[in-house]
């Protein structure tokens, strides 16, 4: 921590494993540790909680080895977007529901912000003159410059509560939210004013939706994801690849069209003479 490193998580790490020499820790012991730690947990979870702080704990300590993770740790990438018409909706059933948090999603939908970064976000880090907000600490462990687009400046600009709250701003956040049952209890409430084709919408699936965007309508590769700072690697930004269809993938619309072809002809046909016999009637 004195390096700079977090201290999420660290302390159930700490009471298995900080009395013991590097010597002593080893894949196996990791492996036992994590499960008794976090028997319930999905390997996802176990990896975020004790095999990455143990790895970056070891590697200040100079121990550059391999930590194995535990089978099934990146997950099943689930991406979930929504459509500019269900968008839409949404922001208008928050809107009605409470002007704040309309705000507040329309910040998740053009930054691509997580939740626990819009909550957090406070005034002094908020310029719309030069449209940007600053997130010193993201959940990648690196700081972001966030652009704010004009629909968002505007937004922003109309914060039901003001964004002048006197002269010293600094800590004072933007949005009165907090991460708890009633703000998931509210967004379960629009999403269900806005209709039943957005009961998928959660929280996350606004930063979804921006990155979708930002590839089918902001023209951005999977490199120009990593490069707007909200993931750390290609891999993590990879799955967003499959919103949009390949360059190859277009060339479907060179293939010839035959849907237009004259229809066959079914009228029956003598084949001896090849002339027509109306049905259930033979030649003499």
């Known amino acids: 921590m004195a390096a700079g490193g977090a201290d999420d998580h660290l302390d159930p790490v700490i009471d298995a494993l900080g009395d013991k020499a590097l010597g002593d820790i080893d894949q196996s012991l990791l492996d036992v540790t ?4 976090f028997p319930a947990a999905t390997p996802a ?3 975020r909680w004790f095999y990455t702080p143990v790895s970056a704990i070891l590697k200040q300590a100079g121990d550059e080895r391999t930590i194995r993770r535990p089978k099934g740790w990146r997950g099943k990438p689930r991406v979930h977007w929504m459509t500019p018409d269900q968008a839409g909706r949404i922001l208008a059933a928050a809107d009605a529901d409470d002007a704040e948090f309309g705000v507040f999603l329309a910040t998740l939908l053009y930054t691509g912000m997580r939740l626990s970064e819009a909550t957090g976000l406070t005034l002094d880090r908020l ?5 940007w ?7 990648n462990g690196q700081p972001r410059l966030v652009h704010l687009p004009p629909v968002l400046v505007a937004a922003l600009a109309n ?7 006197g002269a010293d701003r600094t800590g004072e956040r933007v949005f009165r939210f907090v991460k708890c049952g009633r703000l998931y209890t509210r967004i379960r409430r629009v999403r269900k004013a806005a209709g039943p084709d957005c009961a998928f919408v959660t929280f996350h699936t606004f930063r979804h ?6 590839r089918r309508y902001g023209g951005l590769d999977t490199r120009g994801l990593v490069d707007t700072g909200a993931w750390r690697s290609m891999q993590s930004a990879a799955v967003y690849e499959h919103v949009v269809a390949s360059e190859e993938a277009q060339r479907a619309d060179a293939l010839p069209d035959v849907t237009r072809a004259t229809a066959p002809n079914t009228e029956p046909v003598d084949q001896i003479g090849g002339k027509s016999v109306e049905p259930g009637k033979r030649r003499a």
Do not use: F, I, S, V
Request: no cysteine; hydrophobic share 40%.
């Open 34 to 37: 994590a499960a008794a730690l």
């Open 45 to 47: 979870t176990r990896n």
């Open 127 to 131: 310029n719309l003159g030069e449209a």
């Open 133 to 139: 907000a600053w997130t010193p600490k993201t959940k």
């Open 159 to 165: 914060h039901p509560r003001g964004l002048d709250r």
């Open 209 to 214: 939706t921006w990155a979708t965007w930002m």
